[in-house]
């Protein structure tokens, strides 16, 4: 199994961003949980989004809500669009995927990914 990202950079706050994670070795039409999450330094990875790929549900953390978007893009490739940029969303994001099934609350527990990209940089000047 492997992730890859893509699609991160520097952008002005009130900009936008889209990571892209192309996923190898997974079927999506199986229960495939793909998350990004976000860490900086000093910091815990935090979960950001998520996309379930057998029911196509979503969570969004609240500090996102209203401006990421996670989406699948075709069958090993999901997106994360993120609008309306702060500075406070400047992480590394990784993308994430686990192959089990999980429950909705249990989508930003990391432990629960078995497979992780290496993460794309974000910056967002103010």
């Known amino acids: 199994v492997q992730l890859v990202e893509s699609g991160g950079g520097l952008v002005q706050a009130g900009g936008s961003l889209r990571l892209s994670c192309v996923v190898s070795?997974?079927?999506?039409?199986?229960?495939?949980?793909i998350t990004w999450f976000r860490q900086v330094p000093g910091k815990e990875r935090e979960g950001v989004s998520t996309?379930?790929?057998?029911?196509?549900?979503t969570r969004h953390a609240e500090s996102v809500k209203g401006r990421f978007t996670i989406s699948r893009y075709n069958e090993n490739t999901v997106y994360l669009s993120m609008n309306n940029l702060k500075p406070e969303d400047a992480a590394v994001y990784y993308c994430?995927?686990?192959?089990?099934?999980?429950?909705?609350?249990?989508?930003?527990?990391?432990?629960?990914?078995?497979?992780w990209g290496q993460g794309t940089q974000v910056t967002v000047s103010s």
């Open positions: 994430a995927a686990a192959d089990s099934s999980m429950s909705w609350n249990q989508f930003f527990e990391k432990e629960k990914y078995q497979y």
């Open positions: 070795g997974l079927n999506f039409e199986h229960y495939v949980y």
């Open positions: 996309f379930a790929s057998r029911t196509g549900r």
